[in-house]
């Protein structure tokens, strides 16, 4: 269909940007070196990041490779990967007031202003404030997870909420830190990671000679999407 069309046009453009990237570089490690932080994921391999699957709502990587290394047992791969400049993390490691109080906002409910009644079971009745909104957590109250996160625990800034809390706000993805081994970055949007293998077949291929010895046109490989880049929109393509 048009939505899966565009969505492999978009690809190629990607791709395409970023070989012309790589030209720039005299050796795949520099061109590797420079889109981003390298970080590393033990476990089984990952050859594409679209494969990468985590139950924790967020896939979680570290800038210690030792340290990844220790995850997923004695058949354990350590991934080296790349999460890119443009992605947007939150700092919840020593995380600023701005932050706390976006995150407060959406995950604390409020208070209404009304008041509801609940009875005793001495048959007399307490008035409790009413409240709407926020994120419910079914053991910790969204004061408990605030002042966690103001004290940089990532036990509690790594709570759905939180998580849910980010998304909402725009962010790619968290930065925390739980062991003095290294720091963890748990992202979501995968479009912000690659692995250092597709980096450097990127690198390859744009520095690939051609049989006249110069270097190959961008997007050549498919006549259908250079004829799509006519075009501002799949609609009118």
Known sequence: GVKKEETKFQELSNEDALIEEARKYKS????????????????????????????????????????????????????????TKKAKLADLIKPSDDLIKQIDEIISPKATGETIKIKKPDGSFVEVPKTKGGLSNPVHSSA??????KDGKAYYAEMPEVKEALKKLG???????????????GVWNKKVI???????????????KTAKGGLPAL???????QEARKYKTAEEF
């Open 28 to 83: 795949a490690e520099e061109f590797v070196k420079a889109q981003g932080t390298p970080v590393y994921h033990g476990g089984t391999e990952i050859k594409e990041v679209g494969n990468m699957r985590s139950k924790w709502g967020a896939f979680y990587m570290t800038d210690n490779p030792t340290y990844a290394k220790s995850y997923g047992g004695n058949k354990s791969v350590l991934n080296k990967m790349v999460i």
């Open 144 to 149: 408990d997870i605030i002042q966690g996160i």
């Open 171 to 185: 962010y790619d993805g968290m930065i925390t830190q739980e062991s003095k081994f290294g720091v963890n970055y």
């Open 194 to 208: 690659t692995t250092k293998s597709q980096l450097t077949d990127i690198w390859n291929k744009a520095n690939k």
């Open 219 to 225: 997007g050549k490989t498919d006549d259908l999407f």
